[in-house]
């Protein structure tokens, strides 16, 4: 009898709770004007022959020790340690330019065609 009114008492407790509802994490690290732009990159979609010319950053994981993984184009690449003053962004070499770029997670690249390609 102990252990049904113990049972009782607690499944009366269960029902008598409100689930918890988990908010989501939403978007971090952008500014509004970044997250309207990537949201209309992705609503714009794009064919193949400008999809092979766009460099982006789809993940960065960073070990203890510092050493980075980072995903262009979904390939894994390793990055180095990070900056210190942009941790969550990632310096992209692009073909021509002699100054890499640093693009954060999400965000894409046009790669201007090369002279001969025009």
Same mark, same amino acid.
């Given at each position: 009898m102990k252990s049904f009114s113990g049972a009782l008492l607690i499944a009366s407790g269960l029902l008598a709770t409100p689930p918890a509802q988990a908010e989501g994490l939403g978007r971090l690290f952008f500014t509004p004007e970044q997250r309207a732009q990537l949201e209309y990159d992705n609503q714009k979609g794009g064919n193949a022959t400008e999809s092979s010319r766009i460099l982006s950053v789809s993940g960065i994981v960073q070990k203890r020790g510092g050493e980075r993984t980072v995903w262009i184009n979904g390939v894994p690449q390793i990055a180095g340690a990070s900056d210190e003053r942009a941790p969550e962004s990632v310096p992209v070499a692009i073909p021509g330019q002699s100054q890499p770029v640093k %693009?954060?997670?999400?965000?894409? %690249?046009?790669?201007?065609?090369?002279?001969?390609?025009?």
């Amino acid at each position: 009898m102990k252990s049904f009114s113990g049972a009782l008492l607690i499944a009366s407790g269960l029902l008598a709770t409100p689930p918890a509802q988990a908010e989501g994490l939403g978007r971090l690290f952008f500014t509004p004007e970044q997250r309207a732009q990537l949201e209309y990159d992705n609503q714009k979609g794009g064919n193949a022959t400008e999809s092979s010319r766009i460099l982006s950053v789809s993940g960065i994981v960073q070990k203890r020790g510092g050493e980075r993984t980072v995903w262009i184009n979904g390939v894994p690449q390793i990055a180095g340690a990070s900056d210190e003053r942009a941790p969550e962004s990632v310096p992209v070499a692009i073909p021509g330019q002699s100054q890499p770029v640093k %693009v954060k997670v999400g965000q894409k %690249v046009l790669i201007a065609p090369a002279a001969e390609e025009r």
